[in-house]
């Protein structure tokens, strides 16, 4: 009787093992084949360009002067708000001024900076957003200047100096304006446009800081809470 309950008590254990111990292998073997799969993935390239050193920016920024290509390309770049948005700022100033008589502190500076020979708020905008040819946009913002800053001096020649000017010193205003304001103009511009390839290329990851990062960890919460569940399930008879 005693070796009968044995055998069965025997019999018995070795069903149990034959029942639980395939599932555990299994729970065992997709563990071990996720783990590689996770790991065996290639490491992403990122995505940041290299940054250049001070001296190689410097010399990469120095683009040459191409004044076919640039005519060329002009009539494409006559929507573009590398012109007009300076040239608006430019005619609004002078509106603002001619209104105003010049009086006001803040027409005063947006003259200054917009009308006035040189200007140099203008022409630098110009070249800050040119994608190309900025020294051609900061000519023609140059002449628009020009032609604000002799109608200021021809509307209301009191109310920028205290004497009046006379009409030979308004027209010897003019042809130097004329002359300096687009000469000076694609040279701001050309400047600007080089300081914003040195900025680039200096600091190629500048804009990418505030960029949202993207979350990671969910997929591997979601497949280890799974395998927690399924090597955690008792199995029962």
């Known amino acids: 009787m005693a070796r009968a309950k044995r055998t069965e008590r025997a019999t018995a254990r070795r ?3 034959a029942a639980t111990e395939p599932a555990e292998l299994e729970t065992e073997d997709e563990a071990a084949g996720s783990a590689p799969s996770r790991a065996a993935q290639p490491a992403r390239p990122s995505a940041g360009a290299v940054r250049m050193g001070i ?8 683009h040459p002067l191409r004044v076919r290509d640039d005519l060329a390309a002009l009539p494409s770049l006559m929507t573009h708000k590398a012109l007009w948005l300076p040239v608006l700022v430019t005619v609004a100033s002078t509106v603002a001024v001619v209104a105003t ?11 200054a900076y917009f009308v006035q020979t040189p200007a140099i708020g203008g022409v630098f905008l110009a070249g800050f957003l040119a994608p190309r040819a900025s020294w051609l946009l900061g000519a023609i913002v140059g002449i628009v200047a020009a032609i604000g800053y002799v109608a200021v001096l ?3 020649p009191g109310s920028l100096s205290p004497t009046e000017p006379g009409a030979a010193t308004i027209e010897s205003i003019a042809i130097s304006a004329f002359l300096l304001s687009p000469v000076m103009g694609a040279l701001f511009a050309s400047a600007a446009a080089w300081y914003r390839r040195f900025l680039s290329l200096s600091n ?6 505030n960029q949202p990062q993207k979350r990671v960890g969910d997929g591997r919460t979601r497949g280890s809470s799974a395998q927690k569940t399924n090597t955690k399930a008792p199995a029962r008879r």
């Open 15 to 17: 069903r149990y093992r």
């Open 55 to 62: 001296v190689a920016a410097l010399r990469a920024s120095i």
């Open 101 to 111: 008589g010049g009086k006001n502190s803040i027409t005063a500076i947006l003259f």
């Open 154 to 156: 021809t509307l209301v």
């Open 204 to 209: 190629p990851n500048r804009g990418r800081r």
